[in-house]
């Protein structure tokens, strides 16, 4: 994990600035905050701090960064690159960490009084002399071109070594900091826009991975594996949309009702001749195709007698009936006795179109169908839509390692409770989240055992009303892990109240994790998690 990055694309003065900062970005923690570049303006002087390093636990670090070949003569410091000039990076360092202590001091929303705080110098393309001696610059202060590879031990030792200082910040000081800094606790019409914006970054970001379904356009039946995040639902739409719009009739399939309620709404914004012949679930294509629906509670109706029955009907529908090509997203989901059943479905199914996306990490339902026949594999090794702070709390729990290119973001909250008071807390999360600014419709509460009372309530009004729901504007969407595969929110609130069964729990903690793009706030029993999850995931929602 990386420290976030304030501007996330700073302006540095130089080369050995920037190698500076990347280099110590890589060796903090996700809760620790880089601000860069900041200004402070009163009626006496405008001074620029180079780094501002706000790290839970041990404090604030305003560092001066000088490039070239810098030395010490005769009490003056010197800058040598090109030409020599006459510096004054500790006086300048002093000066901005006083800045910052008097404006924090005059924040409005600043109420922790001083910070810890330490001034120091960085010299990335200097190395110096083993005897280096200063009066106003103790060894300690100072690091040079040896140790950047320690630039953040030589911060969190500089911020032990103060004296008479604060008791060193929270991860709640540090967020409130970041704000009065930065302003992270924007508008509401600021936040929509920046959300906006992340939307659309993600967008291109999916966009680009077209460019596998042009090489595979040649390719008849094949497999697209991927984690969660790497654009797989959009390639599903992508590639029955191309095979639409070539003349084929198309079937997009998948399980969960709110994934096909997802896609056909997707669907529905194409143009006529792109969209797919049928997009939905699976077995309402069966019941659509004539067999009598079953009760809910009928599991072996839905798992053996209707997919059995697709088979029988598909062999009396006329050929202008069935596919010449199915498109299966979250085809882990699939038992193995429904694929007679996608096969039947095809005019030729021995050799019609078959393209199938899935993540094995994701098979949370006690389902172990695969493809009877065999697929060409290809795997998605880059995480697109989680920001890396979120992304890194679930990369453990997938089954291949993933790039995160999401960007950076805010650190994954933690709320520690009990397991059956997680529910309680996400509600005041979430609550929070309003009052906050976030749009309704950009938050969803998720529950990982029982659901919350208030998504049983909108369930008894049936299925269809229940995930019309999910578009509303007016309140934030309540659901389960289970039926949320394959969707995602801004920002997402995981009530971990438990498992239902403890077999599928590191599966379903996965899927919970991952459906945040934006902002993720777990609430649960950290033991429970980290006996479900790994010692990863714990130390990553610690803030380690």
């Not at 200082?165 to 409130?176: F, K, N």
């Not at 509303?472 to 997402?492: N, S």
């Amino acid at each position: 994990m990386t420290a976030r990055m304030y501007p996330q694309d700073p302006d540095f003065a130089s080369a050995a600035e920037r190698l500076f900062v990347m280099a110590l970005q890589e060796q903090l923690p996700n809760d620790a905050v880089l601000i860069c570049n900041q200004r402070f303006t009163d009626r006496g002087a405008d001074r620029e701090a180079d780094v501002i390093v706000a790290w839970p636990g041990h404090g604030v670090a305003v560092l001066e960064v000088k490039g070239g070949s810098v030395s010490l003569q005769d009490g003056q410091w010197w800058q040598t690159g090109g030409r020599s000039k006459a510096i004054h990076p500790v006086e300048q360092a002093l000066k901005c960490k006083y800045a910052l202590r008097d404006y924090l001091h005059a924040a409005p929303r600043w109420s922790r009084g001083n910070p810890r705080l330490a001034h120091l110098v960085a010299l990335p393309t200097t190395t110096l002399p083993a005897d280096f001696v200063a009066p106003d610059a103790p060894r300690w202060a100072v690091i040079d071109k040896s140790e950047l590879g320690a630039a953040a031990g030589r911060i969190a030792s500089a911020l032990r070594l103060v004296e008479n200082q604060p008791d060193p910040p929270t991860v709640d000081d540090v967020e409130l900091l970041v704000d009065c800094l930065v302003g992270t606790l924007i508008p509401q019409a600021d936040l929509v826009a920046e959300l906006g914006e992340r939307e659309a970054a993600v967008e291109l970001l999916t966009r680009e991975q077209a460019r596998l379904l042009d090489f595979l356009e040649s390719h008849d039946r094949v497999e697209i594996r991927g984690g969660a995040g790497s654009g797989k639902t959009w390639l599903a739409v992508e590639k029955a949309r191309r095979l639409a719009a070539a003349g084929q009739r198309v079937a997009l399939l998948c399980y969960s009702r709110g994934l096909a309620e997802f896609l056909r709404r997707r669907v529905a914004t194409l143009p006529r001749k792109q969209r797919p012949a049928y997009v939905g679930e699976f077995h309402e294509l069966g019941i659509a195709w004539g067999v009598e629906r079953g009760r809910d509670d009928d599991s072996l109706y839905w798992e053996q007698r209707l997919p059995e029955e697709m088979v029988e009907r598909a062999a009396g529908l006329a050929p202008a009936e069935l596919f010449d090509a199915v498109v299966i997203d979250e085809a882990q989901d699939f038992d193995q006795s429904w694929w007679p059943a996608v096969l039947a479905s095809l005019r030729q199914p021995d050799a019609g179109c078959l393209y199938v996306f899935s993540d094995e990490g994701q098979r949370v339902f006690m389902r172990q169908g695969r493809s009877p026949v065999p697929l060409q594999a290809y795997d998605l090794k880059e995480n697109l839509r989680n920001t890396k702070q979120i992304g890194g709390t679930f990369s453990s729990l997938t089954t291949a390692q993933m790039r995160l290119l999401g960007g950076d973001g805010v650190p994954v909250r933690f709320v520690a409770c009990t397991t059956d008071d997680a529910l309680g807390a996400a509600d005041d999360v979430a609550d929070g989240l309003l009052d906050a600014g976030w749009p309704p419709e950009s938050v969803a509460l998720l529950t990982t055992y029982r659901r919350h009372p208030v998504q049983v309530e909108r369930q008894a009004a049936g299925q269809d009303a229940y995930w019309a729901s999910y578009w509303d504007d007016e309140d934030l969407f309540y659901g389960h892990v289970l039926g949320f595969k394959g969707l995602e929110r801004p920002a997402v609130v995981l009530a971990v109240n438990g498992f239902r069964d403890e077999e599928r729990a590191r599966e379903m903690l996965y899927v919970g994790l991952s459906r945040a793009r934006d902002l993720l706030v777990v609430c649960g029993d950290l033991e429970l998690i980290q006996r479900v999850g790994g010692d990863a995931v714990a130390r990553r929602l610690r803030g380690g």
